[in-house]
């Protein structure tokens, strides 16, 4: 997924990815990454969880307004659930 | 396309991981054979900036969680695929009625996408922020593909091609990856 977004990107299109497995997402290299502590599957959000739903997703959404440089990360805090 | 010109020397990586794969995954032994994997080495660093508000721009939104549409798409093999075709991907269309999806990925549990497929194909939450204005508008269909994908040589030399002509076909200016 991660050489998805790069291939976007190298063709002009601003991409944001969210990963739940970051060793795996990061092996490629991606621009923008939204790494949540989430479950496989449930890469968004939980299932009925609207609010949390479009908190990834207005996460993601904001990676792609405000981030400066490649490789732009936001992660959840450790002790989020 | 920035990535092609690492495939020269990932290519022979691969096959020599792949030969030793296959036999593993024919074992029941797939965590392992991952655990060996040669991830591709990626140069370059793509970035573009997008030019207005997101409450102005079109997304496009990409997932490996490997839905199909009865009746409208063949279904995913579910399975790794270690051959040289290109992985192929499924349209499925913003109002696309969700009592016809169906899930043919193997790697992961659908316990989740089936009590809520916006856990991981957020059809319903990005059309609620366009029509609360958050978001410009979403393309007409979303790009389903599996995840699973060992050989990325016709992944990136073939199938992110006609993705970015599917965006563009599409007037996306900017794009969601949801893996699965």
Same mark, same amino acid.
């Given at each position: 997924?991660?050489?998805?977004?790069?291939?976007?990107?190298?063709?002009?299109?601003?991409?944001?990815?969210?990963?739940?497995?970051?060793?795996?997402?990061?092996?490629?290299?991606?621009?923008?990454?939204?790494?949540?502590?989430?479950?496989?599957?449930?890469?968004?959000?939980?299932?009925?969880?609207?609010?949390?739903?479009?908190? &990834?997703?207005?996460?993601?959404?904001?990676?792609?307004?405000?981030?400066?440089?490649?490789?732009?990360?936001?992660?959840?805090?450790?002790?989020?659930? | 396309?920035?990535?092609?010109?690492?495939?020269? &020397?990932?290519?022979?990586?691969?096959?020599?991981?792949?030969?030793?794969?296959?036999?593993?995954?024919?074992?029941?032994?797939?965590?392992?054979? =991952?655990?060996?994997?040669?991830?591709?080495?990626?140069?370059?660093?793509?970035?573009? @900036?997008?030019?207005?508000?997101?409450?102005?721009?079109?997304?496009?939104?990409?997932? &490996?969680?490997?839905?199909?549409?009865?009746?409208?798409?063949? @279904? =995913?093999?579910?399975?790794?695929?270690?051959?040289?075709?290109?992985?192929? =991907?499924?349209?499925?269309?913003?109002?696309?009625?969700?009592?016809?999806?169906?899930?043919?990925?193997?790697?992961?549990?659908?316990?989740?996408?089936?009590?809520?497929?916006?856990?991981?194909?957020?059809?319903?939450?990005?059309?609620?922020?366009?029509?609360?204005?958050?978001?410009?508008?979403?393309?007409?269909?979303?790009?389903?593909?599996?995840?699973?994908?060992?050989?990325?040589?016709?992944?990136?030399?073939?199938?992110?091609?006609?993705?970015?002509?599917? =965006?563009?076909?599409?007037?996306?200016?900017?794009?969601?990856?949801?893996?699965?």
């Amino acid at each position: 997924m991660s050489l998805i977004a790069r291939g976007l990107e190298s063709a002009g299109i601003p991409t944001a990815l969210v990963s739940v497995m970051p060793p795996l997402s990061s092996a490629a290299r991606p621009p923008r990454q939204l790494i949540r502590r989430l479950n496989i599957g449930a890469t968004v959000g939980r299932p009925g969880d609207v609010a949390g739903q479009k908190d &990834t997703l207005r996460r993601m959404v904001a990676l792609i307004e405000d981030a400066a440089a490649f490789g732009a990360v936001d992660k959840d805090a450790k002790d989020a659930s | 396309m920035s990535d092609s010109a690492g495939l020269a &020397t990932w290519v022979p990586k691969f096959d020599a991981w792949k030969a030793e794969a296959i036999p593993m995954f024919g074992a029941g032994k797939a965590k392992e054979a =991952f655990a060996s994997y040669p991830w591709v080495t990626t140069t370059g660093d793509p970035f573009v @900036r997008l030019d207005k508000p997101a409450s102005e721009a079109r997304f496009g939104l990409i997932t &490996t969680g490997g839905y199909s549409i009865e009746g409208q798409h063949e @279904r =995913f093999s579910g399975l790794p695929d270690f051959g040289d075709s290109a992985p192929d =991907f499924h349209a499925i269309g913003l109002d696309a009625d969700p009592t016809t999806f169906r899930i043919d990925h193997h790697g992961y549990d659908h316990r989740f996408a089936k009590e809520d497929f916006n856990a991981n194909l957020p059809l319903d939450r990005l059309k609620e922020m366009v029509a609360d204005g958050e978001l410009g508008s979403v393309a007409n269909d979303t790009i389903v593909l599996m995840g699973l994908v060992p050989n990325v040589a016709p992944l990136v030399e073939e199938t992110i091609p006609r993705i970015v002509e599917k =965006f563009r076909s599409d007037s996306v200016e900017a794009a969601l990856l949801v893996p699965s």
